[in-house]
């Protein structure tokens, strides 16, 4: 079978349509590990501060009912920052990865079966997805990443509220 010039036209720009839509997802990959390690690095150190915090009883606070040491306040602040985090990730940075994601399937898809297959230029997104396993099952980790953080930042509070008690001091 003879390929015309006009087919081998139409992949060469498939294939820089295939690269760039790799190179985005290594972009939006890239983007997102990054915001991920220093977001949940800057919460860690929220976490350390608070349970440095916990030595001076001064900054025990005390209102009209209610008494908690100052290091819920600094571990409730990381808190905000990981959700901040998360919705910056999942909302936004996540979504344009999946979409480029689902492109890299489209163009697999759709150029399986044209005369140029021989030369086996597409399929890596296909063969990426059936070596992760199941669809769409990301979310879930992405959802684990963070809930891991937050319950323990959770915990760590309830842990203040309930079982710190301050120090005597003389």
């Not at 087919?7 to 295939?18: N, R, S």
Request: include cysteine; proline fraction near 2%; charge should be positive.
């Amino acid at each position: 079978m003879s390929i015309t010039q006009n087919e081998v036209e139409k992949t060469k720009l498939v294939l820089e349509e295939w690269k760039t839509v790799i190179q985005t997802q290594m972009h939006f990959n890239d983007m997102i590990m990054r915001l991920r390690t220093a977001g949940i690095s800057i919460v860690l150190a929220f976490f350390g501060a608070a349970s440095i915090s916990l030595q001076y009883s001064q900054l025990y606070l005390k209102f009209k009912y209610f008494s908690f040491h100052a290091s819920v306040l600094i571990i409730a602040s990381g808190l905000m920052l990981l959700i901040s985090v998360f919705v910056l990730d999942y909302c936004y940075y996540y979504k344009m990865l999946l979409g480029a994601v689902e492109r890299g399937y489209q163009i697999d898809k759709m150029y399986k079966e044209k005369p140029l297959d021989e030369l086996k230029m597409f399929g890596m997104s296909q063969m990426i997805s059936e070596a992760i396993g199941k669809p769409h099952w990301s979310k879930y980790y992405v959802w684990a990443f963070y809930g891991l953080v937050l319950a323990f930042g959770i915990v760590f509070i309830l842990g203040i509220l309930f079982g710190y008690v301050p120090p005597v001091t003389g």
